[in-house]
């Protein structure tokens, strides 16, 4: 069976855009970091674990749901991915101008079994609708129609996204005692991280629109 990917040109553009979201906390990463300085390190590894094995649930149910649409006429890739990159956007305006995440774990979280720990990352974001989302947004526009198999190139790109996750939110842990406490309190990094992130979302997809503007 031939394996389809994406070309090479789009798994970098992935990797680099990845990176870029994946480094700037969000509330998973700041309830590893709450994990890891109230239970060690290795609870937050194992959060770590517990998160991204749920991502895999979101990928799965992105690769079935969007190939199938995907694959059914042109028309439905650019709704798509027009409609993800317009996601996109609007979540780049919603977090400038919403309101700011509360920090994770001000208060003093609880301590539970690694198994308990494992169960809690998974359930949390397996049950999270805008993760689901975001995969629904952002894996279409690094997807190459002409190369077919539309549903192995999309698990091959979030599987990518994943490894990038543990890889990424583990560092967090690792650093979580010393970085960690500045980045749970700090209502200074609350109030520019919405605009980086914003403005990188925003940026993400507009690209993303004028991309698909010139290829067709």
Partial sequence: MEIAIPSA????LFIGAALVLLLIPGPAVLYIVARSMEQGRLAGFVSDLGIHTATLVHILAAALGLSALL???ALAFSIVKYAGAAYLVWLGLKKIFGHADAPAGDETLVRHSHARLFRDGFI???LNPKTALFFFAFLPQFVDPER???AMQIA?????FALLGLV???CYALVAGTAG???KHSRRYLGIERYVSGTLFIGLGLAAALAGHRKN
């Fill in 148 to 150: 077919g198999h539309l």
């Fill in 168 to 170: 990424t939110d583990g």
């Fill in 9 to 12: 040109a789009n798994i970098s």
């Fill in 124 to 126: 949390v974001n397996l």
């Fill in 181 to 183: 406490r500045w980045l």
């Fill in 71 to 73: 694959a059914s006429s």
């Fill in 156 to 160: 091959f790109l979030g599987l990518l």
